[in-house]
Every structure is written in C-alpha cells, then in structure tokens.
C-alpha cells in the first residue's frame, strides 16, 4: 500500500483522480437541481408534453443524492489517504549535512 501511495503522491494522479471525484460530485448535485426545477417549470405551466409527473420524484432525488454523498465520501477517503500522515523521508538531499546526533 505504501508503494501505491507513493506512487499517487509523486505522479500526482491521485490529485488527479480526487479532482475527477469532486468535480462528479458537483455536476451530478448540479444537474439534479436543473433538472428539478425544469420539472416544477413544466407543472407550472401544465405542460403534459414533456411527460411530467405532477408528484414530486422523491426515490429519484434520494437516490441521486445518496450518490452525490458517496462521491465526496470517496473523495474525502481518498484525500485523508493520500495527504495526512507523514511520508517516508527519502534519502537526505544533495547539499544538506547529516545529523548523526553525535557530539
């Protein structure tokens, strides 16, 4: 495990694939709101061509945002996963003196 989070960390997909994670989560919450309120549009105006139901879709609306949860869910496991903690220190860098802690 520590091999692939290291690998995440220095190629930055990890990054990478938590932007992807958010940014779903934030078009699916989007799409849902336009998506309701084109519905409450359309009953306003009695519309039956667009196959409207005049009930509100309670289970459709649940359901997607029992999705959206889980996506920031992901994303925040994956964040908490890759970012806290410490790293494993590499090797000491070029330059800078080894301390010993010898007198």
Sequence with gaps: MKRIRQML??????????????????????NT?????????????????LSVSPYFNWSQFLMTLASVLLNLGAGVVLLYWLYSGTVAPNEAEEGEPQETGEP
């Excluded at 709101?33 to 061509?49: K, V, Y």
């Design 33 to 49: 709101l336009i998506q309701l309120g084109t519905e409450a549009w359309a009953r306003q105006l009695g519309d039956r061509s």
């Design 9 to 30: 960390l220095d190629n930055y997909i990890g990054a990478i694939a938590i932007g992807f994670i958010f940014a779903q989560a934030v078009f699916q919450f989007i």
